[in-house]
């Protein structure tokens, strides 16, 4: 298999313009989490989905941000519009259930300038 | 305060020696502790994973959790130049994925 895959890897953006981040969970996995990494917070759970259906998205930080799940394969992030101080690392993970090893992705770097 | 303190260090060790990394929490209803190595420009991968207190070895790594302390370690024996990577805590008071609270993340580099 070949793990979670995310894309960009990188995405360099202009303050205001919409930003999408792609990710394609484990074939078979059924729960998918989007976190973000920075320097300053660390790394926080954005909103994770069960069965392709949103659960929690209490730490979306605003409504600039947004998260779908249109199938078992498939996730997006999007922030619109994007602000500097979204500039992070953002990764995507999938697992077999809540409570199972979850794998991440390789990340999408997100500067916006 | 953070419900995780970690030492992002970084920490520079030379090979062969013994690495301790340690964290630290204030949430008692947390029992669920988790070890992550994060190498550069990749994804988090778990590393160890221990319930309640007590400790967990495998191979080179012994994790130990002391929760009258609200203190876990990570302990690496005859540490290696791969194992240069950041380690991040994880701990929850349920199993889910998403109660995961995180530290910072300690870099580690084992110089050979």
């Known amino acids: 298999d070949a793990g979670v895959i995310q894309s960009p890897r990188h995405e360099v953006t202009e303050m205001g313009q919409e930003v999408t981040l792609r990710c394609k969970p484990i074939s078979g996995h059924n729960s998918l989490f989007w976190y973000r990494q920075t320097m300053m917070r660390g790394l926080e759970l954005l909103i994770y989905f069960n069965n392709n259906v949103p659960i929690d998205d209490s730490g979306m930080p605003e409504d600039r941000f947004s998260a779908k799940m249109p199938n078992a394969s498939f996730s997006t992030l999007k922030i619109q519009p994007s602000e500097p101080r979204d500039s992070a690392v953002y990764f995507c993970?999938?697992?077999?259930?809540?409570?199972?090893?979850?794998?991440f992705g390789q990340g999408t770097r997100l500067t916006v300038v | 305060q953070k419900e995780v303190e970690q030492d992002p260090g970084p920490l520079s060790v030379p090979e062969g020696a013994i690495v301790s990394l340690n964290c630290t929490y204030s949430?008692?209803?947390?029992?669920?502790f988790m070890w992550y190595r994060q190498y550069s420009r990749k994804g988090p991968e778990l590393l160890m994973y221990t319930y309640s207190s007590g400790n967990k070895e495998d191979g080179r790594f012994t994790a130990q959790v002391d929760k009258s302390s609200k203190y876990i370690s990570l302990f690496i024996r005859d540490s290696q130049p791969s194992d240069s990577a950041t380690y991040l805590c994880a701990m929850s008071d349920l199993r889910g994925n998403n109660d995961m609270r995180f530290g910072a993340g300690t870099r580690l580099t084992v110089k050979p």
């Open positions: 993970a999938s697992s077999l259930g809540q409570t199972a090893e979850a794998f």
């Open positions: 949430n008692s209803a947390f029992q669920y």
